[in-house]
Structures are given as structure tokens and as C-alpha cells.
């Protein structure tokens, strides 16, 4: 018997944590003993015109966010054609806009798909739809401080991009693990006074699982970790600065993150993310450093070092002992960070996802 089946996925509204364990839970909607996913290995999508004009920032950010898409290692890739005039549901082509309809805040992919049975399953995505809410307080701005994640106003439309095209690549939530399908607007890397939204690991794993293996390697570091579980959605929380007992450190807030009050000499347990979204298990070599500017590079002044290991099966949250320098200035803001991949020796797709930071100041 064939049938249509019609799956609808939004993106979170708000933030609740909760305690669930970490595991790599990439998911997907199955028919019978098949993964319902597109028989084809390119698919465009269409935008409107009216939400995503020509020459405009909001066309900008979503290009960008198919472009993050297409990071994952498997064979699959969107394309983007802009200006559609006409736009609506289950009409053969595969469509993104905005609507004012509050029914879909703050997103909503609407996915349909065949499934049937003729001497074994068939199963195949046929359209997928993405409606945005334009209520929701989007912005295409990539400046940490104006995003919800960093003490900002405004969701990122970048990641809740990134989010819903993940759904039309045929994944569903996940609250096990820091990731895209689960909280989206605290799934995001900051280096250098620039927020960048990305696939990450679990979904790259999820589209390798879908679509088989293509090719492309990408390491990351994050300020970012898994909380906990919000009904069918991940939690994330900043990664932290330790003291050696594992107990956190002072702080205040500063630029949408705790800055955390350290002395020279002393000795803090660093914690960060590390992911890899790339083809192939990677060891990477690490630098730890201390910077006067958010701009963490090589060039800034190298404290320590180490390598990971790293394969697609979930994301790494670590720390590492650093002692802090003693000829730092009192009373002045630091920026203690890392990059991983530091000597450029794996070929990655993106290198701008490779330093991250945690602020500091000197008592």
C-alpha cells in the first residue's frame, strides 16, 4: 500500500534545561526498515522573493546557511535559487519564506514523503517547505553581543537556518548532545568579534548515515557544551574555567559570558568542545594561548599544547590544566583561548572554526 506522510518540525521557542546523558543520537524518520530521505543526491530549494529579496542580508544568511549545510560530509548538497514569486505547500517545489502567521513561530519544515511496501519498503522525501515567522526577533547580523547566545537581542537566522534545512535533509531532534537539531541558537563559534553558525558533527554524522560517505574534513573548537535535555531538544551552556579541584571560578559578566577573575601563576582547568565534521578520524594538535583581543590566532602568546583524537561519534568536551602567566598586567582583560589543528596540517573545508575563547581577568 502507498502513502503520503506528512512530518512537521519546529524550531525550539525557548530555552529549559534539564539532565539526560551524552550520546552520539543523530536521528531520522524510517519506513519499515528504510531511512525516508531524498532518492537524489542534489535538491534545490527556492526562497521568496519578498522574504529573501535580491541583494539583501536575509537572502545573504540564508545562502550561507545551505552553504553550512553542504559542509557535511556526505555526497548531499543543496542548491539555492532565489526570487520565487509564488510560494506554498505541497506543490512539487521545495520552498522557503516568511509569514506572519504566529502558527509557525518561531519555524516550521514541513516535510512530504512516500512510503509503501511492494515486496520491500520504498521510502522517499518528495518536498520539503520552511516557513519563518517573521514575528520571531531574527537578525543576520553575525556580531556575538546582538545574538540571544551572547546577552543580545536577536535570534541568529543563520542557525535556525541551519536547523530547519537540517530537517529537510531528512534529520529530526536530538537532546542527547550538543548539537544543531536540538537548541540552535547556542550551537555557534565565536572567534574575532564574529559568531558563526555551522552544521557540527552530530548532523554531519546524521547525513553521512542517510547518504553514505563522501568527502571533506573539518575540525572545530566551541565555547559550548551539552546541558540537558528540553522535551525533544538539546540544552547548551558555555564551556568554563576550573580551578584545580574542578570547582568554578569567580566571575562577572562581560560581553554576553562569564569572565572569569584568575591570578598570575595559577593554575585553571581550561574546558572547551572539540568536534570533528569531517570524513575521517583526525589527530589534532592543539595550542593554548593568551591573547589581549578576542582574536584568537598562532600569533598570539602560546601557553601550552596537546593533540586530540577525534572521529564523528560525538563531541569531545575537555579540559587541560594551564597555568596563567606571570607577567600578565593587574587588573586588565585577557582572552585565554586555543586553536585547534594549530600547525594547518589537516586539509579542512572551513579553518574558521578552529579558535575559540573564554575571557579573563587578571586580579
Known amino acids: 500500500m502507498k502513502s503520503s506522510q506528512l512530518f512537521r518540525s519546529l524550531a525550539l521557542l525557548g530555552a529549559l534545561a534539564g539532565a539526560s546523558s551524552m550520546a552520539h543520537a543523530a536521528s531520522w524518520n524510517e519506513c519499515g526498515d528504510q531511512k525516508v530521505k531524498w532518492g537524489s543526491n542534489s535538491i534545490t530549494l527556492r526562497s521568496s522573493s519578498v522574504g529573501f529579496p535580491a541583494g539583501s542580508s536575509w537572502l545573504s544568511a540564508l545562502s550561507t546557511a545551505v552553504a553550512r549545510v553542504n559542509d557535511n560530509p556526505s555526497p548531499f548538497n543543496f542548491s539555492l535559487s532565489s526570487g520565487d514569486t509564488s510560494v506554498g505547500f505541497d506543490n512539487g517545489q521545495n520552498e522557503i519564506w516568511f509569514s506572519s502567521d504566529s502558527a509557525y513561530s518561531p519555524a516550521v519544515t514541513y516535510t512530504w514523503s512516500t512510503c509503501y511496501w511492494l515486496f520491500g519498503y520504498h521510502a522517499s522525501i518528495d518536498e520539503t517547505d520552511i516557513v519563518f515567522y517573521n514575528g520571531t526577533a531574527y537578525t543576520t547580523s553575525t556580531t556575538p553581543t546582538a545574538l540571544w547566545p551572547y546577552g543580545g537581542s536577536s535570534r541568529p537566522i543563520q542557525t535556525t537556518a541551519i536547523h530547519e534545512i537540517g530537517h529537510a535533509l531528512g534529520l529530526n531532534h536530538v537532546n542527547t548532545e ?167 596540517a589537516i586539509g579542512e573545508i572551513s579553518e574558521a572554526n578552529n579558535a575559540t575563547y573564554i575571557p579573563i581577568r587578571v586580579n
Open 178 to 344: 550538543y548539537n544543531i537539531m536540538g537548541q540552535d541558537w547556542t550551537h555557534i563559534h565565536a572567534n574575532g568579534g564574529v559568531a558563526r553558525a555551522y552544521f557540527g558533527e552530530d548532523a554531519s554524522s546524521g547525513a553521512v548515515s542517510l547518504y553514505g560517505l563522501g568527502s571533506g574534513e573539518d575540525v572545530a573548537l566551541t565555547q559550548w557544551k551539552y546541558l540537558g535535555a528540553s522535551g525533544e531538544y538539546s540544552t547548551h551552556q558555555r564551556t568554563k574555567l576550573y580551578n584545580t579541584s574542578g570547582v568554578e571560578l569567580s566571575g562577572t559578566s562581560f560581553e554576553g559570558a562569564r569572565r572569569y577573575a584568575v591570578n598570575k601563576g595559577q593554575t585553571v582547568q581550561f574546558e572547551l568542545s572539540a568536534e570533528n565534521n569531517g570524513a575521517n578520524t583526525q589527530t589534532a594538535d592543539l595550542g593554548f594561548y593568551v591573547s589581549t583581543n578576542d582574536l584568537i590566532s598562532t600569533a598570539d602568546t602560546l601557553i601550552g599544547t596537546g593533540s586530540l583524537t577525534l572521529s564523528r561519534d560525538g563531541v569531545h568536551t575537555f579540559k587541560v590544566n594551564l597555568v596563567i602567566p606571570n607577567n600578565l598586567v593587574s587588573g586588565t582583560n585577557y582572552w585565554l583561548g586555543a586553536v585547534i589543528d594549530r600547525s594547518g
